[in-house]
Nanobody
Framework: VQLVESGGGLVQAGGSLRLSCVVSGFSFDDYAIGWFRQAPGKEREGVSCIASGVGMTDYTDAVKGRFTISSDNAKNTVYLEMNSLKPEDTAVYYC???????????????????WGRGTQVTFSS
């Protein structure tokens, strides 16, 4: 099982980025995929998740209305479209996978079985 994130970079106020998470070794229908982020000196926090097998998506309050999660099964890729970016969105963004799809939105890092290495999103003034 492997997850590889990409798409991070520098962004200005109100800007947009699309992060990608390419997965291999399992089927989207069997796993929930979550996006997390970790800013310097802060704990890792959940951002959004998708569980295609049970038709579920979720967003935390911090990103609701600004971020959109989606998946492309043909490309084995989960996307996180980020709009109206703010300085507090600066962090390393990780995607992760867990089998317990109905726990998609618990955002407990310990419950996620597999992790990517992350991609950096930095706010530029």
């Amino acid at each position: 099982v492997q997850l590889v994130e990409s798409g991070g970079g520098l962004v200005q106020a109100g800007g947009s980025l699309r992060l990608s998470c390419v997965v291999s070794g399992f089927s989207f229908d069997d796993y929930a995929i979550g996006w997390f982020r970790q800013a310097p000196g802060k704990e890792r926090e959940g951002v959004s998740c998708i569980a295609s097998g049970v038709g579920m998506t979720d967003y935390t309050d911090a990103v609701k209305g600004r971020f959109t999660i989606s998946s492309d099964n043909a490309k084995n890729t989960v996307y996180l479209e980020m709009n109206s970016l703010k300085p507090e969105d600066t962090a390393v963004y990780y995607c992760a996978a867990q089998r317990r799809q109905f726990n998609c939105a618990d955002y407990v890092p310990y419950n996620y079985d597999y992790w990517g290495r992350g991609t950096q999103v930095t706010f530029s003034s």
